[in-house]
Nanobody, 115 residues
């Protein structure tokens, strides 16, 4: 059974940094895509960043230049380095992984940015 476990969320002041990690286990095949979504209170879940197994990345316009997604295929882990955080980045961040047409989600980790 595939499991995605996030860590690294917390409370930070505006302008600060956080690094999220998401470790996958139980998958027999490598993930074609791994990435991060977020959901703020009262809003829909939105894409933050994705990375392919080859290392190609994409970002939401709102985080370009501030966030960096990376992955360690040997550790089955995807990371999200978040710099220059803003109060509007406050949300629950979810790890996401896709393989063979199947989508998996982590349980989410809270990121709160105070002004």
């Amino acid at each position: 059974q595939v499991q995605l476990v996030e860590s690294g969320g917390g409370l930070v002041q505006a302008g600060g940094s956080l690094r999220l990690s998401c470790e996958a286990s139980g998958n027999r095949f490598s993930f074609n895509f791994m990435g991060w979504y977020r959901q703020a209170p009262g809003k829909q879940r939105e894409l933050v960043a994705t990375i392919t197994s080859a290392g190609s990345t994409s970002y939401a316009d709102s985080v370009k230049g501030r966030f960096t997604v990376s992955r360690d295929n040997n550790k089955n882990t995807v990371y999200l380095q978040m710099n220059s955080l803003k109060p509007e980045d406050t949300a629950v961040y979810y790890c996401n992984a896709l393989t063979r047409g199947l989508v998996f989600w982590g349980q989410g980790t809270q990121v709160t940015v105070s002004s």
